[in-house]
């Protein structure tokens, strides 16, 4: 019999602490992801704050199971920290605009290939239409983004070559020649 693991399992004992507890588990997530101090310390001191907040204490073997978990997580998300970040570097100034197209084309891909296997639920093509959605918005923010910015540095462009026009015409240029050189230099009319 296989299992099947798209379902979120068994809830943890920490996952069913009630929620006056939250800010304790951020507190020791943070310790577990800094890795600064030992996990049976963090649990200690977990455990005290709980106590302090008349919480029953989480074992050790929960604790550890949680803390594999999280570790597993954390290596995935630096994992694609990493690649986004170098994905970026390489692509240069058009860079994170091109890495939000190429992500967005990877959830369609990823969306037509769950259509086509035809088992998903109302929930999930719902939750696929909400992604899709998403990503579509994103690519257009992006785009909308970049436009800003090119007509910024356009804006900046023009101001440089007006002064730069200015500081010529004092110098004597003819019109002509400032004219010229606005075309073949800067690009600009």
Request: charge should be negative; proline fraction near 3%; aromatic fraction near 4%.
């Amino acid at each position: 019999m296989t299992r099947d693991l798209r379902g979120r399992g068994r809830l943890s004992s920490i996952d069913q602490l009630p929620e006056e507890a939250e800010d304790d588990i951020v507190w020791a997530l943070e310790a577990l992801r800094e890795n600064k101090i030992p996990q049976t310390a963090i649990l200690e001191e977990f455990n005290l704050r709980l106590a302090d907040k008349d919480i029953e204490p989480i074992s050790k073997s929960a604790f550890g199971r949680y803390s594999i978990r999280k570790a597993r997580q954390f290596r995935q998300l630096d994992a694609v920290r990493r690649m986004s970040a170098e994905l970026v570097d390489t692509l240069g100034p058009e860079g994170p605009d091109e890495v939000t197209v190429m992500v967005a084309e990877m959830i369609k891909a990823a969306a037509y290939q769950a259509l086509e296997g035809g088992e998903l639920s109302t929930k999930e093509i719902m939750e696929l239409s909400r992604s899709l959605q998403s990503a579509v918005g994103a690519q257009s923010k992006s785009d909308d983004y970049r436009k800003q910015l090119e007509h910024r540095v356009a804006k900046q462009v023009e101001a440089a070559a007006d002064r730069a026009e200015q500081v010529v015409r004092e110098a004597g240029l003819s019109a002509d020649a400032i004219a010229q050189m606005r075309r073949e230099f800067l690009g600009v009319k």
